[in-house]
């Protein structure tokens, strides 16, 4: 008797396990972009709320800034090498994505406010794409978005004022105004692999 006691309970308890296992499953939420995702990872922590000067003066949040797919990138204009070259390769995979008919926004955000004023950042970006956004402001509003996309830079030491080097993280980041963030781009994808990987993006949003 007692055996059979310690059974229905075993089992009883096994019903309850998997009775919540199975309706976790059910009310779990769906990741739309799992199968698009190379980077295994999903929003939450990274984006978030900014208030920034756009490349024409005009203040701005990231309300006005992401309205549809959206790629930011963290950079400055003074920068020899890396972000130019990051910001050619986000414009050719934008390129290709015009060319399928499917529109992602590139956004180019200063982390040298003190030298990027909105006319250099405009030159800058209207010699990547027409579509490609300037973003600066004050220290505080720059420092405010790269603390919310977890984003580094800092200043180099230097004897010139007006000459010095920004050390940055490199990311790019995909972010939809329904989702957020959903993925970023390392520097050594290609213009192909990414605009593959926003189309899945935009697709499976849609």
């Given at each position: 008797?007692?055996?059979?006691?310690?059974?229905?309970?075993a089992?009883?308890?096994?019903?309850?396990?998997?009775?919540?296992?199975?309706?976790?499953?059910?009310?779990?939420?769906?990741?739309?972009?799992?199968?698009?995702?190379?980077?295994?990872?999903?929003?939450?922590?990274?984006?978030?709320?900014?208030?920034?000067?756009?490349?024409?003066?005009?203040?701005?949040t990231?309300?006005?800034?992401?309205?549809?797919?959206?790629?930011?990138?963290?950079?400055?204009?003074?920068?020899?090498d890396?972000?130019?070259?990051?910001?050619?390769?986000?414009?050719?995979?934008?390129?290709?994505?015009?060319?399928?008919?499917?529109?992602?926004?590139?956004?180019?955000?200063s982390?040298?406010?003190?030298?990027?004023?909105?006319?250099?950042?405009?030159?800058?970006?209207?010699n990547?794409?027409?579509?490609?956004i300037?973003?600066?402001?004050?220290?505080?509003?720059?420092?405010?978005?790269?603390?919310?996309?977890?984003?580094?830079?800092?200043?180099?030491?230097?004897?010139?004022?007006?000459?010095?080097?920004?050390?940055?993280?490199?990311?790019?980041?995909?972010?939809?105004p329904?989702?957020?963030?959903?993925?970023?781009?390392?520097?050594?994808?290609?213009?192909?692999?990414?605009?593959?990987?926003?189309?899945?993006?935009?697709?499976a949003?849609?």
């Amino acid at each position: 008797m007692h055996k059979a006691v310690v059974i229905s309970a075993a089992v009883a308890a096994f019903t309850l396990v998997s009775g919540a296992v199975a309706m976790t499953t059910i009310f779990a939420p769906v990741d739309p972009f799992a199968a698009c995702r190379a980077s295994q990872v999903a929003g939450g922590d990274i984006g978030g709320p900014f208030t920034l000067v756009d490349e024409n003066g005009a203040t701005v949040t990231d309300q006005d800034i992401i309205t549809g797919p959206t790629l930011v990138y963290f950079g400055y204009t003074f920068c020899p090498d890396v972000c130019p070259l990051d910001n050619m390769r986000n414009a050719l995979a934008i390129h290709e994505m015009d060319a399928r008919g499917i529109e992602v926004t590139p956004v180019f955000i200063s982390i040298d406010p003190a030298r990027d004023t909105s006319e250099r950042l405009k030159d800058f970006t209207d010699n990547f794409h027409e579509r490609m956004i300037g973003l600066g402001g004050s220290d505080e509003q720059v420092a405010a978005a790269s603390r919310e996309y977890r984003t580094y830079y800092a200043k180099r030491d230097s004897d010139d004022p007006e000459y010095y080097l920004m050390d940055h993280s490199t990311m790019s980041y995909l972010m939809f105004p329904e989702y957020g963030f959903v993925e970023f781009y390392r520097r050594d994808v290609t213009p192909e692999d990414m605009a593959d990987s926003l189309q899945c993006f935009v697709e499976a949003a849609s």
